[in-house]
């Protein structure tokens, strides 16, 4: 069993940044692959972007070259860092992973982009 944790969402004016932060309660996380998704209102959940165990690195189209997502297995701890947000960044982000033929999800954090 793992539990995902979300953290970092808020309100913040287009242009700006925010951190958010995905952390596992066990260290076997730093053997699985994970993802960030969003979900915005009336909206299908939307997958972001991914890093394998390795470090590998994947994003979807609408937040290339804004968003970062990186790991500190140490910390058991996976971030996505976003930049230059705009108002259809706007959604709740959860992140996943998929562990002993299970997929874990945490329970999501809300940013907003609005001025």
């Known amino acids: 069993q793992v539990q995902l944790v979300e953290s970092g969402g808020d309100l913040v004016q287009p242009g700006g940044s925010l951190r958010l932060s995905c952390a596992a309660s066990s260290s076997i996380f730093s053997t699985s692959g994970v993802n960030w998704y969003r979900q915005a209102p009336g909206r299908q959940r939307e997958w972001v972007a991914g890093?394998?165990?390795?470090?590998?690195?994947s994003y979807a189209d609408s937040v290339k070259g804004r968003f970062t997502i990186s790991r500190d297995n140490a910390k058991n701890t996976v971030l996505l860092q976003m930049n230059s947000l705009k108002a259809e960044d706007t959604a709740v982000y959860s992140c996943?992973?998929?562990?002993?033929?299970?997929?874990?999800w945490g329970q999501g954090t809300q940013v907003t982009v609005s001025s």
């Open positions: 890093i394998s165990s390795g470090g590998s690195t």
């Open positions: 996943n992973t998929y562990l002993g033929g299970k997929f874990y």
